[in-house]
């Protein structure tokens, strides 16, 4: 089977876990410059360099991928938040996109295939791609509203380039996610789609949008209905929400996309808010108490954490949901449905 067959085939049966957050988990090995940049010789600074640890200290997101299969996840996502030449551009490191995407996914692969071979049980690669520091939507200028730092042609090359190196490192999936802008998204969807074109083959694409404020929307604007209305011709294999705030912020958003959403709903919210010292305190009990009442009403299908979550995390949400049933995909009435910041269906 393909792996879209399998991710689905898995989901009919079971709530299915992701892993949780990354960047939080780094910070606890207290890296030094000299851990970041490794022998590379670049001209920048490189501590806080998260994605670049697949070259110089692969150790690192290869013992915290373990740390998560071994909590319980079924999904993998990559260390390449901010593996694209945008991002990278901060570090001087641009040109080693490809290698870093190759390396990450490469790695994940490994011990995804490796948990697999142990209980017979599918492991999952997402290739993980975030947003990047700029936005198609919105202009960074207040006097001139109509300027754009980049144009979308230009971002779904740097997408592009993302895309081919997670795949060539054995990513099953494309993971879209903290989409604060659609446009940005839309940008990403076009490049996958193109990249599996070329290849001849199906690439699932997973899209996680995130939340501005409690109002439901993201920072173009949309809320969740209209934000599914604008990617839903893409035929995601997972759709959801991740990072902006904790599971009981996110609540009535599950709910919404549960109803309306012909596709998998994934989500991994932050573990609670941050205190006034920027670090998450909510403990991995609370975290699984809250997204149980999810999977009780069949609103999820795949769970798992964000900013501050951890191994615990994810271990305590795998057993809070593991007796529970995954949500059933609903065939929605056939209406024209169409979004601008409000979604809009026309009447029959």
């Not at 011990?111 to 936005?135: C, L, M, S």
Request: net charge negative; aromatic share 6%.
């Amino acid at each position: 089977m393909t792996p879209r067959e399998t991710l689905l085939a898995e989901a009919a049966k079971r709530v299915l876990i992701t892993d949780g957050a990354f960047g939080t988990e780094i910070q606890n090995w207290k890296l030094s410059e000299a851990d970041y940049a490794g022998s590379l010789g670049l001209s920048h600074d490189q501590k806080g360099n998260n994605d670049i640890l697949a070259l110089t200290k692969p150790e690192v997101p290869e013992s915290i991928h373990r740390a998560y299969f071994a909590a319980g996840a079924d999904i993998a996502e990559t260390n390449t938040f901010s593996a694209n030449r945008i991002s990278q551009a901060d570090y001087g490191a641009e040109h080693l996109v490809r290698e870093i995407n190759v390396e990450s996914a490469k790695l994940a692969r490994r011990i995804a295939d490796e948990f697999q071979a142990k209980d017979g049980r599918p492991r999952f690669v997402a290739g993980a791609i975030g947003p990047t520091n700029k936005t198609l939507s919105l202009s960074p200028d207040v006097n001139d509203p109509g300027f754009r730092e980049i144009e979308f042609d230009y971002l779904k090359d740097v997408y592009r380039e993302q895309i081919d190196a997670l795949v060539e490192g054995g990513a099953d999936f494309v993971l879209i996610e903290t989409v604060f802008d659609t446009l940005n998204a839309k940008a990403g969807i076009m490049a996958a789609i193109e990249a599996g074109n070329d290849l001849g083959r199906d690439l699932p694409i997973m899209l996680s949008m995130t939340l501005t404020d409690l109002s439901g929307r993201n920072l173009s604007g949309h809320t969740v209905e209209a934000f599914w209305h604008a990617v839903r011709h893409a035929r995601p294999l997972t759709i959801g929400l991740n990072c902006s705030f904790g599971a009981e912020q996110l609540r009535p958003h599950v709910k919404t996309l549960s109803q309306i959403c012909d596709t998998l709903i994934m989500v991994y919210p932050n573990a609670g808010l941050p205190n006034e010292l920027g670090a998450y305190d909510e403990a991995p009990e609370t975290t699984a108490g809250l997204v149980r009442d999810w999977a009780e009403n069949r609103q999820v299908n795949v769970l798992g954490g964000c900013c501050g979550s951890t191994p615990a995390h994810i271990q305590a949400i795998a057993e809070a949901v593991r007796e529970l049933p995954p949500r059933k995909i609903p065939t929605p009435e056939v209406r024209t449905r169409l979004a601008g910041l409000e979604p809009f269906t026309m009447a029959a």
